[in-house]
């Protein structure tokens, strides 16, 4: 069965700290991958998704960046933290083709202070 | 362009009484929908979804939901309410035609079961 991992659970940092989180999904291949940002437990943001290793699109414009090394990684990164990036952060994959919908990982609690 | 719209922000029901949680939505073409609930703190968890088929879907923990073409509709439905049922809902849809494959999501609603 697929499994989707993300981490750290919660995660506070000092504005202007880098930021790195990881999101692997196992038991699949070829995944689309997603990145979203949930503030004050309301609407969803999508910030990246990934159709393909090396492949990233922006949904929006950011201090934040997004990578895929390999097919079943999808990494969030900031050089530098700004207040405004606190949040919750979720990472979801889907399958390629017939869209049978997203599984989410457990998500990061970001507060930057 | 794909939108959903969840107008009601909370909806508050009595533990044993019915519960709806409204969804409307837009799209080009045929729609694939979603229901998503989120705990606190927690990620979304997949309720139940419409492809094609029967209008009405049965989904987990006795949720069901009922595809409306006509009136571009997918209300989540319980008969009866739990305390436990209370969180946040989040409707969600994308064109069967897509070839990203990224759902829209509605704003949520917060649904509050009261015992």
């Known amino acids: 069965s697929q499994t989707i991992h993300q981490w750290p659970a919660t995660l506070v940092q000092p504005v202007g700290s880098p930021l790195s989180l990881e999101c692997t999904v196992e038991?699949?291949?070829?995944?689309?991958l997603y990145w979203y940002r949930q503030a004050a437990g309301r609407g969803l943001q999508l910030l990246f998704y990934?159709?393909?290793?090396?492949?990233i699109s922006s949904e929006v414009p950011q201090n934040l960046s997004a990578s895929r090394p390999q097919d079943r990684q999808f990494i969030l990164s900031s050089k530098k933290l700004l207040l405004s990036d606190s949040g919750f952060y979720l990472c979801?994959?889907?399958?390629?083709?017939?869209?049978?919908?997203?599984?989410f990982g457990s998500g990061t609690r970001l507060t930057v202070v | 362009a794909q939108s959903v719209a969840q107008p009601e922000d909370q909806v508050n029901v009595a533990e044993g009484n019915p519960l709806t949680v409204k969804c409307t939505y837009s799209?080009?073409?045929?729609?694939?929908l979603f229901w998503y609930v989120q705990y606190p703190n927690r990620g979304l968890q997949f309720l139940l979804k419409?492809?094609?088929?029967?209008?009405l879907v049965k989904g987990s923990y006795g949720f069901e939901a009922e595809f409306n073409k006509s009136q571009t509709s997918f209300h989540l439905k319980k008969p009866s309410a739990l305390v436990s049922d209370s969180a946040l809902y989040f409707c969600?849809?994308?064109?069967?035609?897509?070839?990203?494959?990224?759902?829209?999501f509605g704003q949520g609603t917060t649904l509050q079961v009261k015992p």
């Open positions: 979801a994959w889907s399958r390629t083709g017939i869209n049978y919908g997203y599984t």
């Open positions: 038991g699949t291949s070829n995944p689309n």
């Open positions: 990934s159709v393909g290793i090396g492949q």
């Open positions: 799209v080009s073409g045929n729609p694939y």
């Open positions: 419409y492809i094609t088929g029967d209008n």
């Open positions: 969600a849809v994308v064109a069967s035609s897509s070839n990203t494959g990224k759902l829209i």
